[in-house]
């Protein structure tokens, strides 16, 4: 997907659109890019001197990058949003910095009626930088 047709599921606009493209996606993958530049607003002050992505933005970026495989699920229909309900088991290993590409890469775990999980990791270069397990429900929309 790019970006015009991310626009058309995901509601998030700048400053919070968060995914620059999704790679792959399928009923149960999904894997997708975020170019993480400094003329993001939030470097001004996290942290001034030592830039790092704010961990909670990382988890957002996760979870917008399962849009692709939400998207394909029976009954899912554009406009409809993506409410982020859960967090779980989130581990942030090493941080990401501007010039960093970060990829997000994941599975929906369960999806059902309107319902869902995903495992996602978000990883610079290979390396994991961060992983979490994120549910959902989908709201207006869908059937």
């Known amino acids: 997907m790019e970006i015009g047709e991310i626009l058309k599921v995901l509601p998030h606009r700048y400053p919070f659109l968060l995914i620059d493209r999704v790679l792959h996606a399928d009923e149960k993958t999904f894997r997708a890019l975020k170019n993480v530049t400094f003329n993001e607003p939030h470097f001004q002050g996290h942290f001034p001197g030592y830039p790092i992505m704010p961990g909670v933005l990382i988890l957002e970026a996760m979870a917008q ?57 978000a990883l610079v270069e290979g390396e994991e930088r961060a992983s979490a397990q994120l549910s959902f429900v989908v709201r207006e929309g869908s059937e």
């Open 65 to 121: 990058a399962a849009v692709g495989t939400i998207a394909k699920q029976p009954g899912f229909r554009p406009g409809g949003l993506v409410f982020l309900v859960g967090v779980e088991e989130a581990r942030f290993k090493k941080p990401v910095v501007p010039g960093d590409t970060l990829i997000l890469e994941g599975e929906l775990l369960l999806f059902r009626r309107g319902l869902g999980k995903v495992a996602v990791r």
